[in-house]
C-alpha cells in the first residue's frame, strides 16, 4: 500500500475533471490532502483499509445506522475507487484496487507552499491536465474475446441454468485499444455523458479512470440505505421504450435481481424495515433506456461502512444469483479481469447538515487509461432465454458511446 499527499494541483481551464460524487457546490474549491492505493498483493482487508482512512481525516464510518458528524470541518470528502474482487489479472495492473482521496476545503494555501489557484481540484504530479496535445485511442478496439466466443459462453451460462447451479449470471466483456497523448479531454467528455449519476475522473500516476456510471451501488443518509440496480436496456427510441417495458424476460431478469438486493440489504438492516420504493422504472442514459429499481432499507445499530460493503459489494447487478455461484460462473468463463470496472466509485462526505452521508455508484460505463493503452468493460445479465446474439449486440450498445466520445478530437 502506498500512501500520497500531499500533491500538487492543477488548473482545469476548460477541462472538468472532479472526481466521482464531488458535491457540485464543491467543484473548483477543494484540495487534495492525501490518498491511499492498495493493492491485492498488499494483504489486508481494503473495506476496513477504506473505513480506516475516512475516520483518519475526520468523516467516522463505523456506525452508518447512527448520525455521526464530519469532526474536520475543512474536509469536503473522500473518493473512493473500489475494485471488485477477482481471481483473474486485470488487463490495467497499473490502477490500484482501491483509491481513497481525501479532499479539503482549502482557500487559502496550495500545498506546495504556494497561492492556490482558483478552482483547483487535487491531482497527482507537476504536469497540468490538458496542457499537453489532446488524443485519445490511436488504433482499433481489440476485444478480449470474439463475438462468437462471447455467444458460446452465453450459452455457456444457459446450460449452467439448466442444471439448476444459478439463476442468473452478468458476463462481462473487455476491449482495449492503444492511447496517445493527454487523456484529460477525452475522459472529461466521458464523465459529462447524460445520464452518469457519477460521472467523474480519478488518476495517479500511471493511471487514470473515468466514471460515466448511472447506478447506485449504495447510497446512505440519516441512517437509511438505498440502492438502485439496473437490469434491462434498449436504444433510446418510443419503440425501445415499449419493447423494454413489454419484455418478460428483462422484467424477470430484473426481478430476480431486486430480490437479490432485498436479501443483500437485509443483512445488515432493522428487522422489517427494507422495502422497494420503485420497480422497473425506465431511466435514459445516453442513447439507451434502462430500467431500474430502488430498494431502501434502514440500517441497524452499529453498521458500519465495511460491514455495508460486505452485504452489498459487488453489485447483485454485475454478478447475478445466487451471488456467490454466479461469481463462479462469470469468473470461468470471462476471458480477463474486470479491473476497475463492475466495482465501486463515490464519495464519502457530509450531507447539508454536517452529519456523515455515503454515495457510492457501481463502475458500470467506466474506461481506464494505462500504460499507452485505454480499457472498456461491458456485459448484461444472462437468464434462460437470452439470445445470444441480442447479447453480444447489448454489451456493444453499452460501449459505443464511451468509445465516440474517446475517439473525438475535440477539447
Avoid at 486485470?90 to 497561492?115: K, N, Q, R
Avoid at 427494507?274 to 453498521?303: C, D, K, N, Y
Wanted: charged content about 20%; overall charge neutral; hydrophobic content about 45%.
Amino acid at each position: 500500500m502506498s500512501t500520497l499527499g500531499p500533491v500538487v494541483g492543477y488548473w482545469p481551464e476548460t477541462v472538468d475533471l472532479h472526481p466521482p460524487g464531488l458535491p457540485a457546490a464543491c467543484r473548483g474549491s477543494v484540495w487534495e490532502r492525501s490518498r491511499i492505493e492498495w493493492r491485492v498483493g498488499d494483504g489486508g482487508d481494503p473495506l476496513f483499509l477504506l473505513s480506516a482512512f475516512a475516520a483518519s481525516h475526520g468523516v467516522p464510518v463505523s456506525d452508518l445506522g447512527a448520525t455521526r458528524r464530519v469532526t474536520d470541518s475543512s474536509v469536503c470528502g473522500i473518493a473512493v475507487l473500489l475494485s471488485p474482487p477477482s481471481v483473474t489479472s486485470s488487463p490495467a495492473p497499473s490502477v490500484p484496487d482501491l483509491v481513497a482521496i481525501a479532499y479539503a476545503h482549502d482557500e487559502t494555501a496550495h500545498p506546495s507552499g504556494g497561492s492556490r489557484p482558483s478552482g483547483a481540484v487535487g491531482t497527482v504530479g507537476n504536469r497540468t491536465p490538458g496542457a499537453g496535445p489532446a488524443s485519445g485511442p490511436a488504433g482499433d478496439w481489440t476485444p478480449s474475446w470474439t463475438p462468437g466466443e462471447h455467444a458460446a459462453a452465453v450459452e455457456e451460462v444457459r446450460a449452467a441454468i439448466a442444471r439448476g447451479d444459478v439463476y442468473v449470471v452478468n458476463l462481462v466483456g473487455h476491449a482495449a485499444a492503444p492511447f496517445a497523448g493527454d487523456p484529460a479531454p477525452a475522459l472529461a467528455r466521458v464523465a459529462a455523458l447524460p445520464g452518469a449519476r457519477y460521472g467523474g475522473v480519478l488518476r495517479g500516476e500511471r493511471w487514470w479512470v473515468a466514471s460515466a456510471s448511472p447506478e447506485t451501488l449504495v447510497a446512505v443518509a440519516g441512517g437509511r440505505a438505498v440502492t438502485r440496480p439496473i437490469k434491462g436496456t434498449r436504444p433510446a427510441t418510443p419503440a425501445g421504450r415499449a419493447d423494454l417495458l413489454a419484455s418478460a424476460k428483462e422484467r424477470a431478469e430484473h426481478v430476480m435481481i431486486v430480490d437479490l438486493e432485498r436479501n443483500d440489504l437485509g443483512r445488515v438492516a432493522q428487522v422489517g424495515s427494507v422495502r422497494v420504493e420503485e420497480l422497473f422504472a425506465i431511466r435514459r442514459w445516453s442513447g439507451l433506456w434502462q430500467a431500474e429499481s430502488t430498494v431502501s432499507a434502514r440500517l441497524a445499530p452499529g453498521v458500519g461502512l465495511a460491514e455495508l460493503l460486505g452485504a452489498v459489494w459487488p453489485g447483485g447487478s454485475v454478478t447475478g444469483a445466487p451471488k456467490l455461484a454466479a461469481i463462479d460462473v462469470a469468473t470461468r468463463l470471462e476471458p480477463v479481469g474486470r479491473g476497475p470496472s463492475m466495482g465501486a466509485c463515490g464519495w464519502l462526505g457530509h450531507g447539508p447538515d454536517g452529519h456523515v452521508e455515503v454515495d457510492l455508484g457501481l463502475t458500470i460505463r467506466t474506461v481506464a487509461v494505462a500504460d499507452g493503452r485505454a480499457h472498456l468493460w461491458a456485459g448484461g445479465g444472462i437468464v434462460w432465454d437470452s439470445d445470444p446474439d441480442a447479447e453480444v449486440a447489448e454489451a456493444a450498445a453499452k460501449t459505443a458511446p464511451i468509445k465516440a466520445v474517446l475517439s473525438s478530437r475535440r477539447r
